[in-house]
Every structure is written in structure tokens, then in C-alpha cells.
């Protein structure tokens, strides 16, 4: 009886630790000054990306970016090129070449990452996209 009654009490602590994880950032790049681009492990749920929330006086998002910097709309879901998946774009309220910034997700491990100047950031944009841009 206490074996079944230890068994139980693990397995139920498993399942509750494996709900709480929350999904979490995998890659940030900037696209420019007032675009995120983020990959994330797992794709965002339908009520994250749900316009009404958006709307909803209380709506905060679940993206926490440093440095004064505010997550201004919904994620945007982008098109997978075969290599990249659950990738969404943010938009932001301005980034400052220079300084290196984190953003997370839900109070998960924070990404760093930097916007640069001038042509640096062209070509790094370049790079990921191609030179039709």
C-alpha cells in the first residue's frame, strides 16, 4: 500500500512539473529598429496570439524586453523556410544601436541581444533573408 501510495505522489509530482514549463525563446534576431524577430521552442497558442486579448485594456504581454524597451502589438506568426519553425515577429517601441539588450518570455531564461549600426545590421539582415533585401 505505501509503494502504490509512493508511486502515485511521483507521478503526479512529474506530471505537474512537466505543465509548468513554460515555452521559451530559442533565438532572437533584430530585424531593425522596431522589429523583433524571436524563435521560439514551441509554437504560441491561439490565445496568445488572439487579436481580442490585444484589444483588452488589461492585455500585457508575455514578452518582457529591458532597457525602457515595450513589446507594442501582438507576435506575428512568420512563414517556416524548412529550417526554422515557430518563429514570430514583435514589434517594439524602439531599440538604440549599442546597447545589448534581453528580452523573455514569461519570466523564462532571457535572450541577449543587439541592434546595430548601419551597415553592419544590413548586412546581418542580409545574411538571414538574402540579398533581394
Known amino acids: 500500500m505505501k509503494y502504490k501510495i509512493i508511486l502515485s505522489a ?11 514549463s513554460a515555452n521559451s525563446i530559442k533565438h532572437v534576431f533584430v530585424v531593425d529598429e522596431l522589429t523583433l524577430e524571436v524563435e521560439m521552442a ?5 490565445e496568445e496570439l488572439h487579436p481580442a486579448n490585444f484589444m483588452s485594456p488589461s492585455y500585457k504581454s508575455e514578452f518582457q524586453v529591458n532597457g525602457g524597451v515595450h513589446v507594442t502589438g501582438l507576435p506575428i506568426p512568420q512563414k517556416s523556410d524548412g529550417f526554422h519553425y515557430n518563429i514570430y515577429r ?3 517601441d524602439g531599440l538604440d544601436a ?4 534581453q528580452i523573455s518570455y514569461k519570466g523564462q531564461k532571457a535572450r541577449t541581444f543587439k541592434l546595430y549600426e548601419g551597415r553592419e545590421q544590413q548586412d546581418r539582415y542580409r545574411d538571414r533573408y538574402g540579398s533581394y533585401f
Open 90 to 92: 514583435l514589434a517594439v
Open 10 to 20: 511521483a507521478l503526479l509530482a512529474l506530471g505537474l512539473a512537466s505543465s509548468v
Open 98 to 101: 549599442g546597447p545589448i539588450y
Open 42 to 46: 514551441d509554437p504560441l497558442t491561439e
